[in-house]
């Protein structure tokens, strides 16, 4: 199984909501990773997470906020957004967070903030 | 600022055409990655070609990488309709973020 998974596929929220976004690998992969990715332009890395610990976080506004429950499930938690994160949220998987392992990404969910 | 830069920005051509695209990149690197993004939807890894390599290929695409010129290219051969998607190239300079260059447009015209 070479899948990643995410839910939902889109989200509607109001800048007051909270809200999750869910992805799932059982690739037995060590490392996930959160990119954010505008319109026409390249997804842009927000977290990676290494061995179920955060490793990287790139300056990411509060407002989101990373989570790994397990080897196998990476959440994003989302609240009091701005219309500006609107974007597609994209889930990745690789074997580990070393620099030599392509990366397997999921469909992504289309967030819209109101 | 991001690491690489493709060209270029769009491409539209005939099926059955050979497309070529290219990627240069700032500093050094370990691989160098090509990506495939049809509309909305999530990355598809193509090709991965260590700095140690000149030419790879898989299936209809071929991959050249050129370190001495920071550069590497991209050539689908025998176009179909299916190849119209986004093609990102992607390095992970100095560590383990992966960083995407600014991504080419294919289009294939049946």
């Known amino acids: 199984d070479t899948e990643v998974t995410q839910t939902p596929k889109h989200l509607v929220m109001g800048m007051t909501n909270k809200k999750s976004l869910k992805c799932e690998q059982h690739?037995?992969?060590?490392?996930m990773y959160w990119y954010k990715q505008k319109a026409k332009k390249p997804p842009e890395l927000m977290f990676v997470?290494?061995?179920?610990?955060?490793?990287i976080n790139e300056s990411v506004p509060s407002r989101f906020s990373p989570e790994c429950p397990n080897s196998s499930l990476l959440n994003l938690h989302l609240h009091a957004l701005q219309p500006e994160d609107s974007a597609l949220y994209l889930c990745?998987?690789?074997?580990?967070?070393?620099?030599?392992?392509?990366?397997?990404f999921g469909p992504g969910t289309r967030l819209t903030v109101t | 600022s991001q690491q690489g830069e493709e060209d270029p920005q769009a491409l539209s051509i005939q099926e059955g055409e050979n497309a070529t695209m290219n990627c240069s990149y700032k500093?050094?690197?370990?691989?160098l990655q090509w990506y495939r993004q049809n509309s909305g939807r999530g990355l598809v890894h193509l090709i991965l070609?260590?700095?140690?390599?000149r030419e790879k290929h898989s299936g209809r695409l071929r991959v050249t990488l050129d370190t001495s010129k920071k550069s590497s290219s991209l050539l689908i051969t025998a176009s179909r309709a299916a190849d119209t998607a986004s093609y990102f190239c992607?390095?992970?300079?100095?560590?383990?973020?992966?960083?995407f260059g600014e991504g080419t447009q294919l289009t294939v015209n049946p």
């Open positions: 500093t050094s690197i370990n691989n």
């Open positions: 690739m037995g992969h060590r490392a």
């Open positions: 990745a998987s690789s074997q580990d967070a070393r620099i030599l392992w392509e990366q397997y």
């Open positions: 070609i260590r700095s140690n390599e």
């Open positions: 992607a390095t992970a300079p100095g560590g383990s973020r992966l960083t």
């Open positions: 997470y290494s061995y179920e610990k955060l490793s």
